[in-house]
């Protein structure tokens, strides 16, 4: 099993830093998502629209703004939250592709600058690139995506918890059943996404094989049986990309 100091190390310390900037972010974004709901429960009740009988958020129930005050916090909440998911986006996007930039340096220092050289192939490093790195950073963006997620619910599932217990529970049974069935979807996902690699792999050899050949293709006349081998290829790639996708 893999070590924390050497994921660490892998990730590199400016993609780490990036990602700690997120979870900082998301963390602020929790207290300006409660912020919005008990000022917004507050212009509701002074439009009428909610009854006065309704029970609110204790940090809202002294204060006596008027509409257009209630208004103008409403505006700079939701800015500031619109400004929060957007330095969110930033970070997970840029830890990322600097993980990904990261990989393809390692790979060619490999290739070029290391004391035991080795032949690669044209198409095993276009396979890194153009696939293993590439859903390696996604891998890197989707996570740090769900710790921000995870550390907002967590947020505000100790906000309710202070707020009605009882309901933040029966909360919880909800998000709990939700997070069962995504579980379930991430197992279909997995075993779709490990064949996904195998045919990229497989269409490039092939790629490289015909145009290292071409011409001897073309005496041979074997043209259209290479052809549909890279058709079917092509064709089970976008089918098992798009069943993942869409899971």
């Known amino acids: 099993m893999i070590s924390l100091r050497s994921w660490i190390s892998a990730i590199g310390g400016r993609s780490i830093l990036w990602l700690l900037f997120s979870a900082v972010v ?59 998911n957007l330095l969110i ?18 790979s060619l220092h490999q290739m070029l600058l290391d004391k035991t050289p080795k032949y690669v192939s044209v198409s095993k490093v276009n396979l890194r690139i153009s696939e293993l ?12 995506k769900s710790a921000c997620s995870i550390t907002q619910a967590a947020g505000v599932f100790i906000f309710l918890l202070w707020l009605e ?36 792999e497989r269409l490039l050899k092939g790629v490289e094989r015909v145009s290292r050949n ?14 549909n081998a890279l058709a079917e290829s092509s064709l089970i790639y976008a089918a098992n990309s798009i069943r993942g996708m869409i899971y």
Request: aromatic fraction near 12%.
């Open 26 to 84: 998301s963390v602020g974004l929790t207290f300006v998502e409660i912020g919005i709901a008990g000022f917004l429960q507050l212009f509701l009740k002074a439009l009428g629209i909610l009854a006065e009988d309704v029970s609110s958020f204790s940090f809202v129930n002294d204060l006596n703004f008027s509409k257009l005050e209630i208004g103008l916090l409403l505006i700079f909440l939701a800015t500031a939250r619109a400004a929060s």
């Open 89 to 106: 986006v930033k970070g997970t996007v840029t830890a990322g592709q600097l993980f990904n930039a990261r990989l393809r340096t390692f």
């Open 133 to 144: 790195f590439v859903k390696a950073s996604e891998f890197i963006s989707i996570v740090n």
């Open 165 to 200: 217990w009882h309901l933040a529970l029966i909360g919880l049974l909800g998000a709990g059943f939700l997070g069962a069935v995504t579980l379930w979807i991430y197992k279909r996902v997995a075993a779709i996404s490990k064949t996904i690699p195998k045919q990229q």
């Open 214 to 227: 071409w011409l001897l293709v073309r005496i041979l006349r074997t043209g259209e049986r290479e052809f």
